[in-house]
């Protein structure tokens, strides 16, 4: 009889907490204070639990880690179930660990869909007829308009694992549910609408070549020069942007390795305030010996990339009433940088706050002493970032400098050390580290 019941009722089941973690875009709660909501709610027990549908209310609140975004920015949501609709109707206990919850966060305003999110399988017991607990989950988006975004809880699910594998679906009854949190998203960087085009597409060495250019800002020095690939020629001329931001100039092109033509205001070249490059080529008029043949071959340019080893970490424990550090390690980051230009490379990274049962630890508890090491052969030297604090506001992980030529392969690795008060209450508690690679 007990058993029996004990599959009837573990269904109902809504606890979890989240263990500690730590890592490169890891799932988490974000460390904004939530607005709970009510809204009315309609849970489907299994059929074996033999019982009818329970009509109840949900409080229940959603939290980002970023409340201004940019567009194209990705945005970690946590959708918190603080009082599920029904509590456990039957004198069985239910054990720990037996539940795995999923969702939908709503999205309206200036953004529209659903967001999902899943916690991991991680609950306390619950008494014979007793509250369930509160249980959190996790996901993300990517911003994809400027402007409002609500964002409001959705419909819910409880999945259990004892003895029967067995789903609590809870559909909000009027939806959407009331508004719980609103993000303002703005635009990324300014459109640049600036533009170029050439007289010819290639010419000998020595000739010029007319370069046109558009919507450039009224009066504004540019400067033209050729390039090879991703680095600037010794070939450049400068031309003064009319009241309507257009201009016409000559530009004597002589490097034979010559690939393009770019034209930026400014004193060096920037994608933000600059145009092109345009295809060009300088055709190499070197006479040829009799019995030879030339020879020529194109190295492309690539892409800063990174990749990671994986995305969560688990930190070790610490005792309640004596607290320290909960330490491990970042998974380990690998940047490659096949760009072939000037620029170098930097990867920060920023961590909200962790949030657990009723309590959280502050983002500035979080500390890292980050390690860089450098392919052979790469043109750069990875430099490792300072130890210190990585808090909400970030700091750099590593990072490489502008040079004439610059690129390579590089590994990137963290010791990271939470510093948890004495008397933070037990349980699990998460929080996001996102790196950023720039």
């Known amino acids: 009889m007990a058993s029996t019941a004990r599959r009837r009722w573990s269904s109902l089941l809504g606890a979890t907490a989240l263990a500690v973690a730590a890592g490169g ?11 709970n ?13 033999g019982i ?16 201004s975004p940019e567009v194209g920015d990705t945005v970690t949501v946590t959708y918190t179930v603080v009082r599920p609709a029904a509590n456990n109707p039957t004198a069985i206990a239910l054990p720990a660990d037996i539940m795995t919850p999923t969702g939908k966060v709503t999205l309206g305003g200036a953004q529209t869909g659903d967001v999902t999110v899943a916690g991991p399988r991680k609950n306390d017991p619950v008494p014979g007829n007793g509250a369930f607990p509160s249980f959190s989950m996790t996901g993300t988006f990517t911003v994809t308009a400027p402007g409002s975004i609500t964002l409001s809880p959705g419909d819910y699910n409880i999945h259990t694992s004892y003895i029967l594998e067995l789903d609590t679906p809870c559909t909000v009854i009027t939806p959407p549910a009331p508004v719980s949190e609103t993000i303002t998203a703005t635009d990324g960087n300014p459109t640049n609408s600036r533009a170029i085009s050439l007289s010819s597409a290639s010419g000998d060495p020595g000739d010029s070549v ?12 540019v400067t033209l020069a050729g390039r090879s690939g991703g680095t600037q020629t010794a070939d450049t001329a400068t031309v003064t942007a009319g009241t309507d931001g257009s201009f016409s100039g000559s530009l004597v092109l002589n490097d034979r390795t010559t690939t393009g033509v770019v034209a930026y205001e400014g004193s060096a070249w920037s994608a933000e305030k600059g145009a092109g490059p345009a295809a060009y080529v300088v055709n190499d008029d070197t006479p040829v010996p009799d019995g030879s043949q030339r020879l020529t071959t194109t190295v492309r340019a690539g892409t800063l990339s990174m990749t990671q080893a994986g995305d969560s970490v688990q930190l070790s424990a610490v005792d309640f009433g004596q607290g320290g550090a909960s330490t491990g390690s970042l998974q380990t980051v690998t940047v490659e940088d096949f760009r072939g230009g000037p620029a170098g490379w930097s990867l920060t990274g920023k961590v909200t706050d ?26 750069s030297t990875c430099q490792a970032g300072s130890s210190g604090t990585v808090g909400s506001a970030g700091a750099t992980l590593a990072s490489t400098p502008n040079g004439t030529l610059t690129g390579g392969e590089f590994t990137v690795d963290a010791g990271l050390s939470l510093d948890v008060p004495a008397f933070t209450p037990p349980g699990s508690y998460a929080g996001v580290l996102t790196l950023t690679l720039s």
Do not use: E, R
């Open 25 to 35: 875009a890891l799932a988490g709660p974000a460390g904004a204070a939530p607005t």
């Open 37 to 49: 909501v009510d809204f009315a709610t309609h849970c489907i027990p299994p059929d074996i639990a």
């Open 52 to 67: 009818p549908p329970i009509d109840g209310t949900t409080t229940a609140s959603v939290a980002v880690d970023n409340a």
């Open 210 to 221: 007319t370069v046109s250019g558009s919507d450039f800002t009224p009066g504004a020095t």
């Open 354 to 379: 962790f949030t657990g049962p009723g309590a959280k630890i502050d983002a500035g508890k979080l500390k890292w002493t980050p390690a860089c090491a450098t392919k052979a052969g790469s043109p």
